[in-house]
């Protein structure tokens, strides 16, 4: 109930390729949904982030679909650049709980 | 504004001794989260504070961990007879408002490595 699945483990990209990052959550009282990027021997930090009451949220090359009725959310980086190589992470929260993915390691090639 | 900030950067030591992990959270926020983040492990949830007090104490793998908040401000995770498998990465986040990990953007610092030889 209060596991968040994320996938792929790693990831591997061309530049200018479309970097995609899977997530699924089985709690239905989940209603934040944020992805984190995390950059080596840094903390990490707030990309973007979506409530169930949309089905989509872009803010520049990144973009969040969400599809409420299968529980799953993923996450577009269009135009991926060596610059976006990072572990990302996707997490689930409701008033009382955050719960985060084993996040997933993207390296884009040069 | 200084964002959040933890101490040591890097922790090395011996099997069975104790150490204390320092956070400094963003002045004005009043939640506060440890984490542990090991290898190909992800986000572990340790502890929440709201305020001083820590509502939910639930992911604190065993009575060897434990943590503390004075002031509403600074916070201290100790852990006691260091393992081997406590090994990892220990982040600090907070966030500004009273309410739990909902809609509050965390803002997490940089880690403390810790080593247990």
């Known amino acids: 109930q209060q596991q968040v699945k994320q996938s792929p483990q790693s990831l591997i990209v061309q530049k200018g390729g479309i970097s995609i990052i899977n997530c699924a959550y089985e709690n239905t009282a989940f209603d934040y949904f944020p992805w984190y990027q995390q950059f080596p021997g840094k903390g990490p930090a707030l990309l973007i982030a979506?409530?169930?009451?949309?089905s989509e949220k872009k803010e520049g090359r990144f973009t969040i679909s969400f599809n409420k009725s299968a529980k799953q959310f993923s996450l577009h980086i269009m135009d991926s650049q060596p610059g976006d190589s990072a572990t990302y992470f996707c997490a689930a929260s409701d008033d009382d709980k955050i719960i985060f993915g084993k996040g997933t390691r993207l390296h884009i090639l040069p | 504004g200084a964002g959040v900030s933890q101490s040591p950067s890097n922790k090395v030591t011996e099997k069975g001794k104790d150490v204390e992990l320092r956070c400094d959270p963003i002045s004005g926020h009043t939640a506060l989260y440890w984490y542990r983040q090991s290898l190909g492990q992800g986000l572990e949830f340790l502890i929440y504070?709201?305020?001083?007090?820590?509502?939910?104490k639930s992911g604190l793998p065993s009575d060897r961990f434990s943590a503390e908040r004075t002031g509403g401000s600074v916070s201290t995770l100790t852990i006691q007879r260091t393992q081997q498998e406590d090994s990892a990465v220990y982040l600090c986040?907070?966030?500004?408002?009273?309410?739990?990990?909902?809609?509050?953007?965390?803002?997490f610092g940089p880690g403390t490595r810790l080593t247990v030889l």
């Open positions: 979506i409530r169930p009451d949309v």
């Open positions: 986040a907070s966030s500004l408002t009273s309410g739990g990990g909902a809609t509050d953007t965390q803002y």
């Open positions: 504070f709201q305020g001083n007090s820590a509502p939910d």
